[in-house]
Nanobody, 120 residues
Framework: QVQLLESGGGLVQAGGSLRISCAAS????????MGWYRQAPGKQRDMVAR???????NYADSVKGRFTISRDNAKNTVYLQMNSLKPEDTAVYYC??????????????WGQGTLVTVSS
């Protein structure tokens, strides 16, 4: 019904920047909150940043001042601009979107994940 396509991950040196994207498609009536989570090897999945439909943002303390979440409602897309990257930012980054479908179902949808590797 609803698919998320993530892109933009890769390898970057410490101190560098990267932008990842997540585009939602399918039977979408509207999108509420959108967010990014990450999971490092052997660790739990943690929230990185979230943004409401009105543009209110929330960040994990570890990324405040370095990462910026934004969204393009016309494209059903959420972005994560990551600056001043550190090796500890290395993880698989997952997009999460709260969707209302055309059949009026409320779904929390996860992307497939995109790997971000920061080398020291």
């Amino acid at each position: 019904q609803v698919q998320l396509l993530e892109s933009g991950g890769g390898l970057v040196q410490a101190g560098g920047s990267l932008r990842i994207s997540c585009a939602a498609s399918g039977s979408i009536l509207s999108i509420n909150d959108m967010g990014w989570y990450r999971q490092a090897p052997g660790k739990q999945r943690d929230m990185v940043a979230r943004i409401t439909s009105g543009g209110t943002t929330n960040y994990a303390d570890s990324v405040k001042g370095r990462f910026t979440i934004s969204r393009d409602n016309a494209k059903n897309t959420v972005y994560l601009q990551m600056n001043s990257l550190k090796p500890e930012d290395t993880a698989v980054y997952y997009c999460n979107v709260d969707v209302v479908t055309r059949s009026f179902r409320y779904l929390g949808v996860w992307g497939q994940g995109t790997l971000v590797t920061v080398s020291s």
